[in-house]
């Protein structure tokens, strides 16, 4: 599957849930997720631009391998992904064929639907609030980024860690 998404950054969460839900769309999930990544001793995925990710949300735990392929206008990846059963015996999966654990991103989400857009609206600890549109063109992302009132000029094609890197260099 093909994921195309952008980041909006220091969104507020209360307006951009009452534009989300004028526009129609449909809340489904808000809760917290738990993110785990992993990587090779020598980071071989890290540097093809590949992440592989484990993922609890609620009671749903995932296993992706993302791509990526474009940065241009927005963060283009081909993703891969399954449902696991057991987290921890994944976990002893991944261990077994030599990927180590990397790091773990916490968030609390809150998710609407709006026809094939999705729309995050994340809050990482550390970082201020933040909008991911993950549609299926770019042409999709910029309509509705249009009608939430957000200019493509502010839009990143960036990961969470993108995000959480900037913060970090900021604060410095």
């Known amino acids: 599957m093909r994921e195309i998404e952008v980041k909006f950054l220091e969104v507020n969460p209360e307006d951009v849930i009452s534009s989300l839900e004028d ?3 449909k ?3 808000d809760g917290e997720i738990v993110a785990d990544y992993f990587d090779f001793d020598d980071k071989r995925l890290t540097k093809n631009d590949a992440t592989i990710r484990l993922r609890t949300k609620g009671d749903i735990v995932e296993l992706t391998l993302k791509q990526r392929k474009d940065y241009e206008q927005a963060k283009v990846c081909d993703e891969y992904e399954v449902n696991v059963s057991d987290a921890e015996t ?3 999966i991944l261990k077994h064929l030599s990927l180590q654990f990397k790091r773990r991103i916490t968030r ?3 998710s609407y639907l709006l026809g094939k857009t999705r729309f995050e609206i ?5 970082i201020p609030p ?3 549109i993950e549609a299926p063109t770019v042409e999709d992302i910029k309509k509705y980024a249009e009608k939430l009132g957000l200019s493509m000029k502010h839009a990143k094609p960036w990961s969470t860690t993108d ?6 260099k900021k604060k410095q």
């Open 23 to 25: 526009l129609g769309a």
């Open 90 to 92: 994944m976990k002893e």
């Open 27 to 29: 809340r489904v999930f």
């Open 122 to 126: 994340d809050t990482v600890p550390g």
């Open 163 to 168: 995000v959480q890197k900037f913060y970090k």
């Open 108 to 110: 609390h989400r809150i």
């Open 130 to 132: 933040f909008l991911e």
